[in-house]
């Protein structure tokens, strides 16, 4: 009995360390709506666990897109809005650039610093158009890690919609609503209720495959590997095969 809890104990901790990248679909809560996002973790691994541990920590609640290029993308992930001002994200190291799949409308990636392939941090884009040709071999390539699901384009696109202010860089294509032209000249601050605001990113059902039936488009240009699959629902995979080697072992302990 003893070595029987031992054993569930040992799965329990496993389990626990299951990376963040077994979680497939995330759900991003906009002033605009809700939708869900699923990440690509098996092929972009490394981004996606980044992007998932800022999650985790919190870093994306209240975050902004801060800059909205029209027909281009529409950006975030640098800054959040903390106790009503503008502040940027506290970022982790740079992670490395996988530039697996192409830059097709309604795909999410990775923003980073110009002519550095693996600089990106927090800051990420959607894709309002196939921009294949313009970004899939510039700066080598970006790390495209998740296709927006379902209608949820209209939500991206309604934030696409608002409109942008040039304020001081980063902020020289800021979306705002219910600002206008005259309070842009009378150099009126922003607040909260202006910005395109995302309150929080979550994590759905992380056992759930919901990969299986995408077909992302794979980036011919940048040099990137050959991407195994487009799918998750790893941590479900993992789960499953602890439980059947739990089982197998229960199996032995009884023929003896």
Known sequence: MKTMFKTCAFIFLASAFIPYSMATTVQFQTVAGDFEVNLFDQDTPQTVDNFLQYIAEGHYENVIFHRSADNFVIQGGGFQI????????????????????????????????????????????????????????????????????????????????????????????????DYTNDDYTANVSPTEEHYALVYNIVVLDAAEDTAASLSPTKNTVSGGDSPSDSGGGGGSTSIMFLIALFGLYIGRRYKR
């Open 82 to 177: 903390i106790e009503g001002q503008v502040s940027s994200i506290t970022t982790f190291p740079s992670v490395e650039n996988e530039p697996e799949f192409s830059n097709v409308r309604g795909t999410i990636a990775m923003a980073k610093l110009g002519n550095q392939p693996n600089s990106a941090t927090s800051q990420w884009f959607f894709n309002l158009k196939n921009n294949s040709a313009s970004l899939d071999a510039s700066n080598g390539g970006f790390s495209v890690f998740g296709q927006v699901m379902d209608n949820g384009m209209e939500v991206v696109d309604a934030l696409a919609s608002w409109p942008t202010f040039a304020f001081t860089s980063p902020f020289g294509e800021l979306p705002l609503r």
